[in-house]
T-cell receptor, first 114, second 115 residues
Framework: DGGITQSPKYLFRKEGQNVTLSCEQNLNHDAMYWYRQDPGQGLRLIYYSQIVNDFQKGDIAEGYSVSREKKESFPLTVTSAQKNPTAFYLC?????????????FGEGSRLTVL | AQSVTQLDSQVPVFEEAPVELRCNYSSSVSVYLFWYVQYPNQGLQLLLKYLSGSTLVESINGFEAEFNKSQTSFHLRKPSVHISDTAEYFCAVSVAPGGAQKLVFGQGTRLTINP
């Protein structure tokens, strides 16, 4: 089955540690995204990538980094510079066809900073 | 820049009652509009979308939404809800045909169905 796989589903980290969240898709989509979800705030865009080896900052990129070395993979690193990293992180992808407008989401990774 | 406002953070209704989840958007250009649904501890799934054409769009599970350009609204409705409709619903707007589909999401509305 085609889809997006995020891992790990749950992650705990100590303050000052970097962590990397994995996102893999087999939908052959060009574009991939990372969103952060906090209660009552909806989804906020962290980074997105339209093509391999290229990515752009979203609305809340500070304290995060990404890479796009392969079409299928778009890992997100939450660095120690992120002031409030506890959140639910969602990865998504989309095709480039004009007007499709549909994002396909993974099941999310819940990060808790102890 | 676009913005989306969902007017209710929580909506409790009884099973088989009608429901309306309200969404208003702000944009200086033409928009595409979407409703996504999120079941507990899962990612989001597309429920329905308006790109062009008929202003009334429907989903396969009985939800419908109407694009109202003059009121800049895209409210979601269902005439009779079921327990399985319990979820969080997100309205979203995009003005990016082609290229990356950058969606701006509302804050979400938690729909709770009581028996």
């Amino acid at each position: 089955d085609g889809g997006i796989t995020q891992s790990p589903k749950y992650l705990f980290r100590k303050e000052g540690q970097n962590v990397t969240l994995s996102c893999e898709q087999n939908l052959n989509h060009d574009a991939m995204y990372w969103y952060r979800q906090d209660p009552g705030q909806g989804l906020r865009l962290i980074y997105y990538s339209q093509i391999v080896n290229d990515f752009q900052k979203g609305d809340i990129a500070e304290g995060y980094s990404v890479s796009r070395e392969k079409k299928e993979s778009f890992p997100l690193t939450v660095t120690s510079a992120q002031k409030n990293p506890t959140a639910f992180y969602l990865c998504a992808s989309s095709a480039r066809e004009i007007g499709t407008g549909e994002l396909f989401f993974g099941e999310g990774s819940r990060l808790t900073v102890l | 820049a676009q913005s989306v406002t969902q007017l209710d953070s929580q909506v409790p209704v009884f099973e088989e009652a009608p429901v309306e989840l309200r969404c208003n958007y702000s944009s200086s250009v033409s928009v595409y509009l979407f409703w996504y649904v999120q079941y507990p501890n899962q990612g989001l799934q597309l429920l329905l979308k308006y790109l062009s054409g008929s202003t009334l769009v429907e989903s396969i599970n009985g939800f419908e939404a109407e694009f109202n350009k003059s009121q800049t609204s895209f409210h979601l409705r269902k005439p009779s809800v079921h327990i399985s409709d319990t979820a969080e619903y997100f309205c979203a707007v995009s003005v990016a045909p082609g290229g990356a589909q950058k969606l701006v999401f509302g804050q979400g509305t938690r729909l709770t169905i009581n028996p």
